[in-house]
């Protein structure tokens, strides 16, 4: 029997490659002899750089650069030598992580430590960078992004702004005489989990700017890590296929890993079994999307702390008995 276990991170518990062991351990203690296929993926978001790494054999460059609330950070990026490619996450430099929920104020933060990221990209020679816009703790629509490549926002009285994400409303003038050069010879892929209209009912701020001033172009995250990973290739003859994230809802179809990877796999006619810390308004329409069943790993009501902290945890118990449901059903 070949299993791919496929999760997405769960959110401030675990990365998609520890949550892949775990759910490998978990049913290993029913199956030990079946061939397990870790694929830890992501859609954009935290732990798109490690998948694309691991999957192109890329490099991990450090860098400091200013956090969400314009402290210095130890951020990374992925440097794809052979392809001449920079993956970039804006989690790494501007993500939620990073800022402490007492002070998680989008009005102050800002991504100006994206485009630093960037800026290193550009200076390493790259052709062509993916930035994954998951996982950010700022609605400042990749203003500070652009401030940090060159481009200067002024109010209507001409007076330059500063950089925190209640600037928007502000802004009556943008120079761009001093953006960075380099960009019109490098190519920008956004990876995306979810779409991103600008207004309404679902309305974002996030992906403006590079699609509007860098010529980005929108994509499905998922569907660049998985073109990567060769994951059709992998489906081919498998039995099973494990995916997870630390919540599922009616948003989850919107384009976020699981569906991705789901869609795929019904494609190859590969049961997809989903486990999840929360299930959401919303998750019982998965299954029109290929998920066969789905599954909450919280054993019982706890803290969000406890639930966290225990979250491999559970994840490994609740796939053994996942596992143990599907022994059953083959001696049934």
């Known amino acids: 029997m070949k299993i791919i276990i496929a999760p997405d991170s769960f959110k401030e518990s675990m990365s998609a490659e520890l949550a892949a062991q775990s759910v490998i351990k978990g049913f290993r203690r029913v199956f030990p002899d079946a061939v397990y296929i870790s694929l830890p993926v992501a859609d954009g978001g935290e732990g798109t750089v490690d998948a694309l790494i691991a999957a192109l054999h890329g490099e991990k460059i450090s860098v400091t650069v200013a956090d969400p609330l314009?402290?210095?950070?130890?951020?990374y990026y992925g440097l794809l030598a052979e392809s001449k490619t920079a993956v970039i996450?804006?989690?790494?430099?501007?993500g939620l992580m990073l800022v402490p929920i007492a002070k998680r104020n989008p009005m102050l933060t800002n991504s100006y430590g994206t485009g630093e990221l960037i800026a290193n990209a550009l200076a390493q020679g790259v052709e062509r960078i993916i930035l994954g816009i998951g996982?950010?703790?700022?609605?400042?629509?990749g203003v500070g992004m652009l401030q940090a490549l060159g481009v200067r926002f002024y109010d209507e009285n001409h007076q330059l702004l500063g950089t925190t994400g209640n600037i928007l409303s502000q802004i009556s003038h943008i120079d761009i005489q001093q953006l960075d050069p380099r960009l019109s010879q490098c190519k920008i892929d956004?990876?995306?989990?979810?779409?991103n209209p600008l207004v309404g009912e679902h309305g974002s701020a996030a992906a403006v700017a590079a699609a509007a001033l860098l010529g980005g172009e929108l994509k499905s995250g998922i569907e660049i890590v998985m073109d990567a990973l060769a994951f059709e290739q992998h489906l081919q003859d498998a039995n099973l296929v494990i995916i997870g994230e630390g919540?599922?809802?009616g948003q989850t179809a919107g384009g976020k890993a699981p569906i991705?990877?789901?869609?795929?796999?019904?494609?190859h006619q590969v049961p997809v079994i989903a486990l999840s810390g929360v299930l959401g308004d919303g998750v019982e329409g998965l299954h029109q999307e290929g998920v066969t069943a789905v599954f909450s790993i919280l054993p019982r009501l706890s803290s969000l702390s406890e639930a966290l902290n225990q979250g491999a945890e559970n994840l490994e118990n609740t796939a053994?008995?996942?596992?143990?449901?599907?022994n059953m059903g083959r001696h049934l």
């Open 135 to 141: 996982g950010s703790a700022t609605v400042d629509g």
């Open 190 to 195: 956004i990876a995306c989990d979810v779409s």
């Open 89 to 94: 996450e804006m989690a790494q430099a501007s």
């Open 260 to 267: 991705g990877i789901a869609r795929l796999a019904a494609k």
């Open 320 to 326: 053994c008995n996942v596992a143990r449901v599907l």
């Open 247 to 249: 919540s599922m809802d």
């Open 70 to 75: 314009g402290l210095p950070v130890m951020a």
